[in-house]
């Protein structure tokens, strides 16, 4: 049983961040949305089958991965109209919170041109990919500010 104390102070943390927070709680959500992140668009197979090695991910653990992901506002799922023009009718990708949710949480770190002015190394191929990816991010949405 939790205190009224312990209640009002949790109610003063924005319900979107406990979401997502939340939503990232599992080994397996971290590892779609890195996926995700990494990989762009993705089809619930193509997920599936980068993240089972030599024992397929179980389709049931997937799905709540999937759904704990939505429920945190951090990916989106594109159901295509036309599925002829793809051999999969539906897509999973970050959400445009989901970027700025893991672009906020890597430059805490000082990982990308934080408050030190420089990059601390996560790994080698992630810290690029997150840095190049962070700074197309960062110069998207400036020119998008700038045009309003």
Do not use: C, W
């Not at 943390?13 to 939503?23: I, K, M, R, T």
């Not at 590892?31 to 389709?59: K, M």
């Not at 959400?95 to 000082?110: C, P, Q, V, W």
Request: glycine share 8%.
């Amino acid at each position: 049983m939790t205190t009224a104390s312990v209640q009002r102070y949790a109610s003063k943390f924005p319900e979107e961040l406990s979401d997502a927070v939340d939503g990232i709680s599992g080994e397996t959500e971290r590892a779609v949305f890195i996926l995700l992140f990494n990989e762009g668009d993705l089809a619930f197979t193509e997920i599936r089958d980068e993240l089972g090695d030599e024992d397929p991910l179980h389709q049931q653990t997937l799905s709540n991965a999937l759904a704990n992901l939505k429920a945190g506002g951090l990916i989106r799922k594109r159901i295509l109209e036309d599925a002829d023009e793809s051999p999969f009718s539906s897509y999973y990708s970050l959400s445009e919170f989901g970027h700025r949710f893991i672009h906020s949480l890597f430059d805490s770190l000082g990982s990308v041109d934080g408050p030190a002015g420089r990059r601390q190394v996560i790994s080698d191929s992630f810290g690029d990919d997150l840095y190049d990816s962070t700074i197309a991010f960062r110069d998207n949405l400036q020119e998008q500010l700038a045009g309003q």
